[in-house]
């Protein structure tokens, strides 16, 4: 008897499945469109995750610092501020000088690297960068003075301005980096002008 119910099962299965599946092949693709569509239609208007970004949310990741300077908060930078602030906050990644690494050299060691005064075509870059992404470990940890002090330090030691410098918004993006000639603006539109 059970095999029997079993094997009734059995055939009752096959024949389901080979029915849905010649169903699905005369389908016409618009009718899944519409079906999909009709789906959608009946989803709620808020899914009641996730929130609203508010201002003051927005404002902490608005953070980005162009060549000309625009995006730099109001402050100014030491040389000799920041490099007390290196040699807690960098100096283990960067080496005592910035050039003993384990991490990417910052400073020139004559090795040949690309470093900030041999490479980077605008200072301002140099804070953006430490703003949004460094301690590597601790990103966004450091305050604006903290981040104008260390762009100052590493400035003077690529030898971009003197060690009793200040920099601040205003001379910030005035500085002319070294590497900022051997840039050519990409003006390529896709066709027969692309070099
Ligand atoms: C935990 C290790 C670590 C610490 C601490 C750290 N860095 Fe870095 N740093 C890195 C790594 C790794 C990179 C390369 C990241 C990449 O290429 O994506 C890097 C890259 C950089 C660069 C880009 C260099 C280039 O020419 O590409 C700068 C500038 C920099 N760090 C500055 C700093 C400063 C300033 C501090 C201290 C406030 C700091 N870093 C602390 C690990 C670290």
Redesign the pocket.
């Known amino acids: 008897m059970m095999i029997l119910v079993i094997v009734i099962f059995g055939i009752v299965g096959c024949r389901n499945s080979s029915v849905n599946e010649s169903k699905k092949e005369n389908v016409p693709v618009e009718s899944w469109s519409d079906g999909l569509k009709e789906y959608e239609a009946s989803w709620p208007n808020r899914f009641d995750f996730g929130r609203s970004a508010s201002k003051e949310f927005i404002a902490k990741w608005d953070i980005d610092v162009r060549p000309d300077g625009r995006g730099l908060p109001k402050g100014n930078g030491r040389p000799a501020y920041g490099a007390l602030?290196?040699k807690q906050?960098?100096?283990?990644?960067?080496g005592k000088n910035g050039y003993e690494g384990p991490?990417?050299?910052?400073v020139d060691d004559g090795s040949g690297a690309?470093?900030?005064g041999n490479?980077?075509p605008y200072a301002t870059t140099?804070f953006d960068?430490?703003r949004r992404?460094?301690?590597?470990?601790?990103p966004g940890s450091?305050t604006d003075q903290?981040?104008y002090d260390?762009?100052a330090y590493?400035l003077s030691l690529n030898q971009i301005i003197d060690a009793d410098d200040e920099i601040n918004e205003q001379s910030l993006p005035k500085i002319e980096m070294p590497a900022r000639k051997q840039y050519v603006l990409d003006d390529r539109k896709g066709g027969k002008e692309i070099k």
């Open positions: 602030m290196y906050k960098c100096a283990s990644c960067h991490e990417v050299k910052l690309n470093i900030i490479y980077w140099i960068y430490i992404a460094m301690p590597f470990d601790r450091l903290e981040v260390i762009t590493l």
